[in-house]
């Protein structure tokens, strides 16, 4: 149940549920709530729906929330959905990893695009690491 709202909410995955209670306990947070609109892509030829797990609304702004441990083999196609459709409405989409208990962060879109299907975050993290090394020895 949110702090926030008093709603329930369902939640799918062990990391946002502590998200959601990480984000109960911001107080830069108005309140949050699952998306109710779906996002609308289409993969191997047919038109799908796509639900980011959260819409976070603050002050000034609001972020809709992806929270991913592992790529499956839609998700670049539904990430780039994603990005142009709030990218549309003026709303910033992000992906973010829990690295480990109540550290989120957020996950660079352009590096997503350059990794490959069933990349863990892990090794994700570790490419990016790799990569940006890389880039300051240059």
Same mark, same amino acid.
């Given at each position: 149940k949110s702090l926030k709202t008093g709603e329930s909410v369902h939640f799918d995955s062990s990391w946002e549920e502590e #998200?959601?209670?990480?984000?109960?306990?911001? /107080? %830069?947070?108005?309140?949050?709530?699952?998306?109710?609109?779906? +996002?609308?892509? $289409?993969? #191997?030829?047919k038109t799908k729906k796509?639900? /980011? %797990?959260?819409?976070?609304?603050?002050?000034?702004?609001?972020? +809709?929330?992806? $929270?991913?441990?592992i790529f499956t083999d839609d998700?670049?196609?539904?990430?780039?959905?994603?990005?142009?459709h709030f990218d549309s409405l003026g709303v910033h989409f992000r992906v973010i990893f829990r690295r480990q208990p109540g550290d989120f962060v957020e996950v660079d879109k352009n590096m997503i695009q350059?990794?490959?299907?069933?990349?863990?975050?892990?090794?994700?993290f570790g490419f990016y690491r790799s990569k940006k090394r890389k880039s300051s020895d240059d």
């Amino acid at each position: 149940k949110s702090l926030k709202t008093g709603e329930s909410v369902h939640f799918d995955s062990s990391w946002e549920e502590e #998200r959601m209670k990480q984000l109960d306990q911001d /107080p %830069d947070v108005i309140f949050w709530t699952r998306p109710r609109s779906p +996002v609308s892509y $289409i993969l #191997r030829n047919k038109t799908k729906k796509y639900f /980011p %797990d959260l819409e976070i609304h603050y002050a000034d702004k609001v972020v +809709v929330e992806e $929270i991913k441990a592992i790529f499956t083999d839609d998700f670049l196609v539904k990430h780039a959905a994603a990005i142009t459709h709030f990218d549309s409405l003026g709303v910033h989409f992000r992906v973010i990893f829990r690295r480990q208990p109540g550290d989120f962060v957020e996950v660079d879109k352009n590096m997503i695009q350059s990794l490959t299907l069933g990349a863990s975050f892990d090794e994700i993290f570790g490419f990016y690491r790799s990569k940006k090394r890389k880039s300051s020895d240059d």
